[in-house]
Antibody, heavy 118, light 109 residues
Framework: QLQLQESGPGLVKPPETLSLTCTVS??????????WGWIRQPPGKGLEWIGS???????YYKLSLKSRVTISLDPSKNQFSLKVRSVTAADTAVYYC??????????WGQGTLVIVSS | SYELTQPPSVSVSPGQTATITCSGD??????ACWYQQKPGQSPLVVIY???KRPSGISDRFSGSNSGNTATLTISGTQSLDEADYYC????????????FGTGTKVTVL
């Protein structure tokens, strides 16, 4: 059974960089069939897709976040990462990592709350 | 950017049918899926590729997608179905893009 687990600081100061890692177990991120993505959910609000990356290097980002976001894969550690630069309070959210399949995000991590505050 | 619109809330009596709509331009040309999210939990796929049910998901959940609207139907609604539901669209031309709907709170009265 595939499992994903987010890790990283729970508190980030503006305008620093938010950095999270997703560790995948029970399967390999080196499969060319999937995308590996990040989604966030501000407290009390809806889901927002941030971006996704495939093992072959194809990368997609939400247009409004593209200038501040980078997703990368580390197959040697079976991990992928998210960086969000120049954070503000609006970036406070639960951040989820997930596996992207044909049409849906079929496996999700449990999520990690990141608060942006000085 | 592509947008998906859902009703903010749907109320249903136990045992009745709940219908949640998701509207987007030419949504029927894309794959639609549906997630159930309960408080403090990660989203869970209940319908994928318009109308398919993952293993372990009750057959009370069904989906359709045509024209500009995808629909999630919950038959014989139970109290455990009370949750937030999100639609999501996927287009084969941009395979790494997953667009979420605005979300619908389903309340079982």
């Amino acid at each position: 059974q595939l499992q994903l687990q987010e890790s990283g600081p729970g508190l980030v100061k503006p305008p620093e960089t938010l950095s999270l890692t997703c560790t995948v177990s029970g399967g390999s991120i080196s499969s060319s069939s999937y995308y590996w993505g990040w989604i966030r959910q501000p407290p009390g609000k809806g889901l927002e897709w941030i971006g996704s990356m495939s093992y072959s290097g194809n990368t997609y980002y939400k247009l409004s976040l593209k200038s501040r976001v980078t997703i990368s894969l580390d197959p040697s550690k079976n991990q992928f990462s998210l960086k969000v630069r120049s954070v503000t309070a609006a970036d406070t959210a639960v951040y989820y990592c997930a596996r992207g399949s044909t049409g849906d995000l079929d496996y999700w991590g449990q999520g990690t709350l990141v608060i942006v505050s000085s | 950017s592509y947008e998906l619109t859902q009703p903010p809330s749907v109320s249903v009596s136990p045992g009745q049918t709940a219908t949640i709509t998701c509207s987007g331009d030419k949504l029927g040309d894309k794959f639609a899926c549906w997630y159930q999210q309960k408080p403090g939990q990660s989203p869970l796929v209940v319908i994928y590729q318009d109308s398919k049910r993952p293993s372990g998901i009750s057959d009370r959940f069904s989906g359709s997608n045509s024209g500009n609207t995808a629909t999630l139907t919950i038959s014989g609604t139970q109290s455990l179905d009370e949750a937030d539901y999100y639609c999501q669209a996927w287009d084969s031309s941009t395979p790494g893009v997953y667009v979420f709907g605005t979300g619908t709170k389903v309340t079982v009265l």
